[in-house]
């Protein structure tokens, strides 16, 4: 998902995510309503925001995990399990029983990607993974859900982001939304095949909309 500053891409995500409930309309995520149904829609995703501040930060990683984990309702044979096991699949082994406090903003964001995956979601939300993270934690972090994420798994990811680069990486279809509303929704390849990058696809969609 791409669209300028304030065109409404947390907003919309939250809406999916069922953090917010719509005022008009249907949002409907792996076959639940999110107004009618939103316990269970919520149960489907996994969000990870672009600021992490809700762990707590005296804690080791691992004790975050395990704390958001209890609050997921996984039994007390699996919070360890699946703690120490997402701390694997992020790369934290070594610092799993630091302080968040020390940790840097691309491991934060590491922690965050696992807490999002604590319950097994069949959506994983990302909104703007990679914003406050430099070129290598950056680069790491892509590799990483490519890697880990996308590799022989079945989730839907639906990133919002600012990179170009990312898109191109992560996803196989792109929507522009602008000023509240969604202005194109393609396929990648077809952009492609069509001689259209990217870039042109995404000035073309906000320029015509008075950016």
């Known amino acids: ?58 804690l080791s990683g691992l004790q975050n995990l395990e704390f958001f984990a209890v609050l997921d309702n996984l039994s007390a044979a699996d919070v360890r399990r699946r703690s120490e096991e997402l701390i694997r699949l992020v790369g934290l082994e070594e610092h ?25 979601p069949e959506v994983l939300i990302l909104d703007e993974p990679t914003r406050t993270l430099d070129p290598v934690a950056c680069e790491d972090l892509i590799n990483l859900i490519i890697e880990r994420l996308h590799k022989d798994s079945h989730k839907s990811l639906l990133i919002a982001t600012h990179r170009l680069e990312e898109v191109t990486k992560l996803c196989d279809k792109v929507l522009v939304i602008n000023n509240g509303h969604v202005q194109a929704f393609d396929r990648i390849s077809d952009l492609l095949r069509q001689g259209v990058t990217l870039s042109d696809y995404y000035r073309r969609n906000v320029t015509a909309n008075g950016e």
Do not use: C
Not at 112 to 119: C, D, E, V
């Open 1 to 58: 998902m791409l669209g300028p500053n304030g065109a409404g891409k947390t907003t919309l995500l939250k809406l999916i995510g069922g953090l917010l409930l719509p005022t008009g309309g249907e949002i409907v995520v792996n076959g639940y309503d999110t107004l009618r149904h939103n316990n269970a829609a919520r149960k489907s995703v996994g969000f990870v925001m672009n600021e992490e501040r809700s762990f707590f930060w005296r």
């Open 96 to 120: 799993a029983d630091m302080p968040v406090s020390t940790y840097s903003s691309g491991m934060k964001q590491r922690l965050a990607l696992a807490r999002g995956l604590i319950s097994e």
